[in-house]
């Protein structure tokens, strides 16, 4: 349906703010989403866009006409997934992102499994610790670990996650153990740099928020780096639970600080709002939170 085409083509404009931008949302050339702009125009006699050498904008009458399309598609769209829900089981292409060593190290078993719960979805996932914006890049949901920032998302928390200091048995026994996280400013630290502030180590105490600046002679963008250093003996590292877990269980490394940690953050899985949620995506939200509540991280 090539009107369909287009008006989708012209709410990605809108939304994304360039040709190129919704080309690559929806997955066309940019000679092909030029093709429809032109051809939506042409179909309404009207110009719906001014163009400039350096940006597009509505003009009034285009303002209008994306006003009441994008309406018009959100209804089809939730129209067509509540038919598909109850006509099949889930299926179709579900876009993920998340972060890497959470990803890679906790989210990829749970994934496998979900394959082969789910065969009639296919999986396409990014890995990656940049923040990905998920209307713009066309996904579906993003997995992400700390404190949810972006509110324009809906957000659904999987398990708690906690970041915690540890160290090894040998670095303790050679520096001493920390009694108080100002203790901290006599040791190495072993920084990851992935942090928003890596820098700065944060803590709670009697008297409120901690905040404790640091240098480090290791710097590394890996959680799992920072890990084996520890492991090592080479400092204390600030880590998350689910990467440290098997190594204190093990005995490698040891928790520090415990009384001084800051409340535990999580690991969520965030979508774009609507009015209906796809049977895809309520599969895997549904199937990850039984998967991950009340997690265990020792192995």
């Not at 998920?134 to 906690?162: N, P, Q, W």
């Not at 180590?201 to 890990?227: K, M, T, V």
């Amino acid at each position: 349906m090539p009107r369909l085409e287009s008006d989708r083509l012209f709410v990605a404009v809108m939304e994304t703010g360039s040709l190129a931008g919704a080309a690559r949302r929806l997955g066309l050339s940019s000679g092909q989403a030029s093709k429809l702009l032109a051809r939506l125009e042409a179909d309404l006699g009207v110009r719906l866009l001014n163009r400039s050498t350096r940006a597009l904008s509505p003009t009034e009458v285009g303002q209008a006409y994306y006003d009441r399309i994008r309406t018009i598609l959100d209804d089809l769209d939730t129209l067509d997934a509540q038919v598909q829900d109850r006509a099949a089981a889930p299926r179709g292409r579900l876009r993920l992102t998340a972060p890497l060593t959470f990803g890679t190290l906790r989210l990829v078993p749970a994934l496998n499994d979900f394959a082969k719960a789910y065969p009639e979805i296919d999986l396409d996932v990014s890995f990656t610790d940049r923040m990905v914006n998920l209307v713009d890049e066309g996904f579906d949901a993003a997995i992400r670990a700390g404190r949810v920032a972006d509110t324009s998302l809906i957000a659904k928390k999987l398990c708690e996650m906690e970041t915690i200091l540890v160290a090894s048995p040998a670095y303790l026994a050679a520096h001493g153990t920390p009694t108080h996280p100002a203790d901290l400013a006599a040791h190495q630290a072993i920084i990851d740099t992935n942090f928003r502030d890596p820098l700065i180590w944060r803590f709670r105490d009697a008297g409120g928020p901690l905040s404790i600046p640091l240098s480090a002679r290791l710097r590394y963008s890996n959680a799992e780096a920072c890990l084996q250093a520890a492991e090592a003996g080479l400092g204390i590292a600030h880590l998350p639970d689910f990467v440290a877990g098997p190594s204190l269980a093990a005995g490698r490394t040891r928790t520090l600080l415990p009384d001084f940690a800051e409340p535990a953050g999580g690991i969520y899985a965030l979508y774009p709002p609507g009015r209906h949620l796809a049977a895809k995506l309520r599969a895997l939200v549904d199937f990850l939170a039984a998967r991950f509540h009340r997690a265990d991280w020792s192995a």
